[in-house]
C-alpha cells in the first residue's frame, strides 16, 4: 500500500505566482488498484503522480510505502520500484540505443551494476517473447536504434520497460494523448494485458473520460489541488459521462452541456 497524509505542495511559494498545487491531500492506493484520474487543465493531476514519483518534496505532509515513510526519498531511488509512461513517447526511451539495449536497461532497474556483457543470450530470447506479445515486429528489429521507431512503437516499448521489473507501483502520465486513436487504442489494450497479467498496482491520469470509466477499479476527480470525488466497485461502474460532468461543473459553480470545457 502506498500512501499520501496531509500532502500539500506550493510551487513559487511566497511570489506573486504562488500556486497551491496539492492541498493537503489524503489518499490510500492498495495493492492491486487500477485508478484513473480525471480533472480540468491545471487541477493537480500530473502534480500528483509527481508527489508519488519523487519529483519534488512536499512542503508539509508525507508519503508511506508499506508502512515505511518515503517522503525524502529522491526520484532517482524511487525509480527502483516506481515505474512510469509519460506523455511524450520520446521521453522513456534512448534513442541512440538499440531495442535490446533500452530493455537490457529496463531489466537491470534495481540490481547490483557491475561489468558485465549487457546483452545476455538469455535476456535476448526474454526480449523476443515479451515484444511478440505486443505484436509490432519489433522482436525482430532487437538490433535497430529507438531513434528509428514511430512514437507508437516508442510508447509500446516505454510500456514494456517500465514493467520489465515488476514495479510496487506504475504511474501512466496521459500515455495515449500525444498518439492517434488507432495507436492509442493499442497502447490501451496493451496497458489492460500487462496491468492485469501482473497485476500492478497503477494510476493512469487521463483526460479521456469515457477512458477513465472503462479502465481499472477505480477513479479519482481533482480540482484545485484537491480529491473531489473518489469512486471505486460499484460505485465507479454506476458513473456515466454526465455524472463526472455534473460534479465537476458542481464545484465550479457553472452549467453546461458539454464537455468539450472540461477536455481542451
Same mark, same amino acid.
Do not use: C, W
Given at each position: 500500500m502506498i500512501a499520501l497524509e496531509e500532502f500539500t505542495k506550493f510551487f513559487n511559494p511566497g511570489s506573486i505566482n504562488q500556486v497551491l498545487a496539492l492541498d493537503h491531500i489524503d489518499l490510500e492506493i492498495q495493492q492491486g488498484d487500477f485508478t484513473t484520474v480525471i480533472g480540468s487543465n491545471g487541477a493537480g493531476k500530473s502534480t500528483l503522480l509527481n508527489a508519488l514519483a519523487g519529483s519534488f518534496f512536499p512542503d508539509s505532509g508525507q508519503i508511506r510505502l508499506d508502512g515505511r515513510i518515503i517522503t525524502m526519498v529522491p526520484e532517482h531511488r524511487r525509480a527502483e520500484y516506481i515505474g512510469r509512461v509519460f506523455q511524450d513517447p520520446l521521453l522513456g526511451t534512448c534513442a541512440a540505443l538499440s531495442i535490446e539495449q533500452n530493455l537490457a536497461l529496463a531489466a537491470a532497474r534495481g540490481s547490483r551494476r557491475g561489468l558485465r556483457k549487457g546483452v545476455t543470450r538469455r535476456l535476448r530470447a526474454r526480449f523476443r517473447d515479451e515484444l511478440q506479445k505486443i505484436g509490432l515486429g519489433l522482436e525482430?528489429?532487437?538490433?535497430?536504434?529507438?531513434? +528509428?521507431?514511430?512514437?507508437?512503437? @516508442?510508447?509500446?516499448?516505454?510500456?514494456?520497460?517500465?514493467?520489465?521489473?515488476?514495479?510496487?507501483?506504475?504511474?501512466?502520465?496521459?500515455?495515449?494523448?500525444?498518439?492517434?486513436?488507432?495507436?492509442?487504442?493499442?497502447?490501451?489494450?496493451?496497458?489492460?494485458?500487462?496491468?492485469?497479467?501482473? !497485476?500492478?498496482?497503477?494510476?493512469?491520469?487521463?483526460?479521456?473520460?469515457? !477512458?477513465?470509466?472503462?479502465?481499472?477499479? @477505480?477513479?479519482?476527480?481533482?480540482?484545485?489541488?484537491?480529491?473531489? +470525488?473518489?469512486?471505486?466497485?460499484?460505485?465507479?461502474?454506476?458513473?456515466?459521462? !454526465?455524472?463526472?460532468?455534473? @460534479?465537476?461543473?458542481?464545484?465550479?459553480?457553472?452549467?453546461?452541456?458539454?464537455? @468539450?470545457? +472540461? +477536455?481542451?
Open positions: 525482430d528489429r532487437l538490433a535497430d536504434r529507438v531513434g +528509428l521507431l514511430s512514437g507508437g512503437q @516508442r510508447q509500446a516499448l516505454t510500456m514494456l520497460m517500465a514493467t520489465m521489473v515488476r514495479p510496487r507501483l506504475l504511474l501512466l502520465d496521459e500515455h495515449t494523448a500525444a498518439l492517434d486513436p488507432k495507436t492509442a487504442h493499442q497502447i490501451i489494450d496493451l496497458t489492460r494485458h500487462l496491468v492485469d497479467e501482473k !497485476q500492478l498496482t497503477t494510476l493512469m491520469v487521463t483526460h479521456n473520460m469515457n !477512458q477513465a470509466l472503462a479502465l481499472g477499479n @477505480r477513479l479519482l476527480m481533482i480540482h484545485r489541488g484537491r480529491i473531489i +470525488l473518489d469512486a471505486g466497485g460499484p460505485e465507479k461502474s454506476a458513473l456515466s459521462v !454526465q455524472d463526472l460532468l455534473a @460534479r465537476f461543473y458542481e464545484v465550479q459553480g457553472e452549467e453546461f452541456s458539454s464537455d @468539450r470545457m +472540461l +477536455l481542451a
